[in-house]
C-alpha cells in the first residue's frame, strides 16, 4: 500500500512563506489524485489543494491565490508552497493520495503562523 509522510511544517510570521513536502512510497505511481488536508483543532476539516495526473489542480477559495501544489514524480513527492500566510493557516496539514479519491493517508505536519 501507499504510505505518505508529510515533513515542512513549522513557525512562520503572517506573510511568510513554508513549503511542505510529501513523500510516497508503495504504489505511488497508480495514483491519479494528490491533495492536501488541513484540520485545526476544533474546526471543519478543510480540502486544501488537489493535483490529478500530476498537472490538473484545484485549490480551495480559502488559499487560491496563496498556495500551489506541485509534483515531482522522479522523487515520488509533492509539495504545497504557501505564500503569503495568515494566521487562519494555522493547521495540521495532511497529505492523501488515491485512484479517484484521497484513500491514503500520511501522518500530518503541523503549521503554525504567528502575528
Known amino acids: 500500500q501507499v504510505r505518505l509522510v508529510e515533513s515542512g511544517g513549522g513557525l512562520v510570521q503572517a506573510g511568510g512563506s513554508l513549503r511542505l513536502s510529501c513523500v510516497g512510497s508503495?504504489?505511488?505511481?497508480?495514483?491519479?489524485?494528490m491533495g492536501w488536508y488541513r484540520q485545526a483543532p476544533g474546526k471543519q476539516r478543510e480540502l486544501v489543494a488537489t493535483i490529478t495526473r500530476g498537472y490538473v489542480t484545484k485549490y480551495s477559495n480559502s488559499v487560491e491565490g496563496r498556495f500551489t501544489i506541485s509534483s515531482d514524480n522522479a522523487k515520488n513527492t509533492v509539495y504545497l508552497q504557501m505564500n503569503s500566510l495568515k494566521l487562519e493557516d494555522k493547521s495540521v496539514y495532511y497529505c492523501?493520495?488515491?485512484?479517484?479519491?484521497?484513500?491514503?493517508w500520511g501522518q500530518g505536519t503541523q503549521v503554525t503562523v504567528s502575528s
Open positions: 492523501g493520495a488515491g485512484l479517484t479519491d484521497l484513500h491514503f
Open positions: 508503495g504504489n505511488i505511481f497508480s495514483m491519479n489524485v
